[in-house]
């Protein structure tokens, strides 16, 4: 059954179709802000840089033997990113492990002075973990989350009501 009555439908075949559009108000739900953030770590040579978007999903204090080798120190706090938002540029050489929970981590470091940049696992596909010292940026977040506490150092300790302790 046509809306129009008899007769203007035959008098409308051939002549341009005229459609009327009427826009109505859609309630959009109040989405959180997109943080588009861009920061700058580098390599003690300033030869590699990672430029990272956005807020890291987490940062990570992780007292684990690997992590305590590879860093130096007596703990690796790393923030992970999605790896759509990373770009590394410069340099690179790789390298691949093992790591004591099973996994494989191939990690990414400057091919002239060493240090590592970057670094995945294969247990977090489609996130890169940075170093946070390579941002140099006293104002990054804190670690929400500090890892493999059975093997931290006793005098070490990663405080705050938000961290989730891990071990």
């Known amino acids: 059954m046509s809306a129009l009555p008899p007769g203007d439908i035959d008098a409308m075949r051939g002549k341009p179709l005229r459609r009327t559009l009427i826009a109505k108000p859609v309630a959009v739900p109040d989405a959180p802000p997109v943080d588009t ?3 700058l770590a580098t390599c003690r040579c ?3 840089r990672a430029i990272c978007t956005g807020a890291p999903l987490r940062v990570l204090a992780n007292h684990s033997p690997d992590s305590q080798r590879r860093s130096g120190s007596a703990f690796a706090v790393d923030a992970r990113f999605a ?3 990373v770009s590394l ?3 690179t050489s ?3 492990a093992l790591e004591g929970d099973g996994t494989r981590t191939t990690y990414r470091f400057c091919a002239t002075c060493g240090s590592t940049l970057a670094y ?3 247990a977090r596909p489609g996130e890169v973990a940075i170093p946070v010292g390579a941002f140099a940026d006293p104002a990054f977040p804190p670690p929400t989350v500090s890892d493999w506490e059975q093997t931290r150092q006793p005098w070490a300790a990663i405080t705050g009501d938000a961290v989730e ?3």
Do not use: F, L
Request: net charge positive.
């Open 37 to 39: 953030t861009r920061r």
């Open 46 to 48: 300033g030869s590699v």
């Open 83 to 85: 790896q759509d938002r």
């Open 89 to 91: 540029d410069g340099p």
């Open 94 to 96: 790789r390298w691949s």
């Open 120 to 122: 995945t696992n294969d």
């Open 165 to 167: 302790h891990r071990d």
